[in-house]
């Protein structure tokens, strides 16, 4: 868990960094409106306390291509 608080009073920042594999699929239709969805997970080799463990990722974008 990370350790934040609304007050101001502690707040505690990670970066993550290490390699990761996304398994996903991208639409471009022939209007230019296109679509990508993507699954998978990642390691985190940028700190040595808890951290440094296998994490989900993913991402969900949409657009116009003109």
């Given amino acids: 868990d990370f350790d934040c608080t609304t007050s101001g009073s502690s707040e505690r920042t990670?970066?993550?960094a290490?390699?990761?594999v996304l398994v996903g699929w991208h639409w471009t239709w022939d209007s230019?409106?296109?679509f990508a969805l993507a699954g998978g997970v990642g390691r985190n080799w940028a700190?040595?306390?808890k951290y440094d463990k296998v994490?989900?990722?993913g991402y969900m974008?949409?657009?116009y291509a003109f």
């Fill in 18 to 20: 290490g390699p990761q």
């Fill in 61 to 63: 974008r949409f657009g």
């Fill in 14 to 16: 990670v970066n993550t």
């Fill in 47 to 49: 700190s040595e306390d």
């Fill in 32 to 34: 230019g409106l296109n």
């Fill in 55 to 57: 994490f989900g990722n």
